[in-house]
């Protein structure tokens, strides 16, 4: 993975610079597409929805890494500015605040309906 997950940061990094230029899993998986070669090690093996899950982990270790890769409707995509990264991470940090905040909502409404019997339920 660790060879696909270069490529891919390689071929986002020349050609996919800016959300206006994002491709998706699909464009990439084409085969033919000229970008059949970055998950080349896969093709053949995994269906689209495996390979989707795949690229999704590249992008993880990549953004792991240390790449500023952002992803929206349009695909994934190199950030090309530090503006446009912290459009980004202020995308998804609210994303995961509202994702808690439903989160303890569900919780409390659990406890409310059915008391919790052990104290790992407990807010």
């Not at 959300?19 to 059949?36: M, P, Q, V, W």
């Not at 994934?76 to 980004?88: F, P, V």
């Amino acid at each position: 993975m660790k060879e696909d997950a270069q490529r891919l940061s390689e071929h986002l990094k020349n050609w996919h610079q800016g959300k206006d230029y994002a491709i998706t899993i699909r464009e990439i998986y084409g085969k033919h597409n000229s970008l059949f070669h970055i998950f080349k090690n896969v093709i053949g093996k995994l269906s689209l929805k495996n390979v989707q899950t795949y690229a999704y982990n590249c992008v993880h270790s990549l953004r792991k890494a240390g790449e500023p890769i952002g992803s929206d409707k349009g695909g994934y995509y190199y950030c090309e500015s530090r503006k446009e990264a912290i459009e980004y991470y202020r995308k998804i940090r609210s994303r995961h605040l509202s994702g808690l905040k439903n989160a303890r909502i569900f919780l409390r409404a659990v406890n409310k309906t059915f008391p919790p019997i052990q104290e790992e339920l407990k807010l």
